[in-house]
């Protein structure tokens, strides 16, 4: 239904920062549960965090608590993640992913998304 299009990936120094932005079409995000998740090469995908259909609630991996925020503009159709301290261990390519605000919150794995973006890649260079 929804398609979601991430932009922002690229390559940036230990410490840096990235701004990536999900775009929506064919639906509204505010119809949705979002979520970030990450996939580095040779390993499964991983959750990072997740936020509420009206932005009230958000979750994120002990991985990068303190130093990613998710937020979301629902008149944009938009819904970015600020990664800030960025390390070495957060290269990976990273997903925006939907649920439908009616099956109620996301418990933070792949299998509860139900539409993805076709990833952005992130590089931390060591």
């Known amino acids: 239904q929804v398609q979601l299009i991430e932009s922002g990936g690229g390559l940036v120094q230990v410490g840096g920062s990235l701004r990536l932005s999900c775009a929506a079409s064919?639906?509204?995000?505010?119809?949705?549960?979002m979520g970030w998740l990450r996939q580095a090469p040779g390993k499964e995908r991983q959750f990072v965090t997740r936020?509420?259909?009206?932005?009230?609630?958000?979750y994120y991996a002990d991985s990068v608590k303190g130093r990613f925020t998710i937020s979301r503009d629902n008149a944009k159709n938009t819904v970015y993640l600020q990664m800030d301290s960025l390390k070495p261990e957060d290269t990976a390519v990273y997903y925006c992913?939907?649920?439908?605000?009616?099956?109620?919150?996301?418990?933070?794995?792949?299998?509860?998304?139900?539409?993805w973006g076709q990833g952005t890649q992130v590089t931390v260079s060591s």
């Open positions: 936020i509420s259909w009206n932005g009230g609630s958000t």
């Open positions: 992913a939907a649920r439908p605000r009616w099956r109620g919150p996301a418990m933070g794995v792949p299998a509860d998304y139900d539409y």
């Open positions: 064919g639906g509204t995000v505010g119809n949705y549960v």
